[in-house]
């Protein structure tokens, strides 16, 4: 299942791709064609994400710049849900959505693979547009598409979202009073991001449930999944296990902190890296195990090791990309040494998802 900074790069991708254009949006399964009908040929004026939650407003079929949302479309991936935008190849377009086609949900740890276009994929024409010479035909609908949005230059494609439905701004508003406050949205979803802070400690130290069981509530905090959960408490040193209620606020208030620089990074990067540079590259040639005869500094850390550190720089000098197997400190890692104390990665299931940790850095 996307986590939330995946949810809130789509919201971005639609409202690049789409907003302020009035759409073509139609149900090629089927199953949702009553809620197609309603917004077809209506002009998208909002893309937002609340946690996992992406709503897509629109105002009409002749809404100005500016309009304010008359109905919004919902739309929550949930395990098997994927949105697959196709373009005309636009440089605009593509800059939006990183490809000329290119998939987004279902998997969790890495981006999903791009389709390959095998074949022509201007070949087949949408049963919904009869393009004239020279314009852009959208590739024919893949597998069970829900909804489809189209547009001049670009096409999304909606398969097996969990929940996808046409709601007014009440029924979105009390959408969001249930969810918890959100570290990428810039108010976190409160007055400030002050006091979504305070919300969320608050929140989490109301109850006995084990804080990393409470960190997967949408309810407590939206956005965070598996990854965020696993690696924001191996950062904070907090045992997953302990009773929210016995975590100090000043911790919890920590890790708010937390979740919003690393949530933010995924955001603007699209990829999840929570491993700090020093803790990468133990595995490189070079880096052997702790040097004999140098004394532990006290860090926690055990002895330096053996040679100096290498960064991943790219040729001209700015940091590398940190590959996927560097990239976390816990999450699926089980059974690997800790890389800060060397410990076996610990793992459980807590509430039918796998929990990863360290029996150490997070007694
Ligand atoms: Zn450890």
Redesign the pocket.
Known sequence: MPEGHTVHRLARTFDQLFAGHALRMISPQGRFADGAALLDGQVLVAAEAWGKQLFLGFGGALAPTGTTAERWLRVHLGLYGAWTFASDGSADVVHAIGAPRKRVGERETVPAPELSDAGDPQGSRASDSSPGVGEWAAPAPRGAVRVRLLGAHAVADLTGPAACEVVTPEEKAAVEARLGADPIRPDGGHASLDAAREAFACRVRRSRVAVGQQLMDQAVVAGVGNIYRAEVLFRAGVDPLRAGRDVPASTLGAIWDDLVVLMRDGAATGAIVTTRPEDRDAALPGFGPPVAGLPDDGSGRGAPRAGRRRTRQNTDGTPGAVPPDEAFYVYHRDGLP??????PVLTKELAGRALYW?G???A
């Open positions: 800790c890389r800060v104390c060397g410990a360290c150490t850095c997070q």
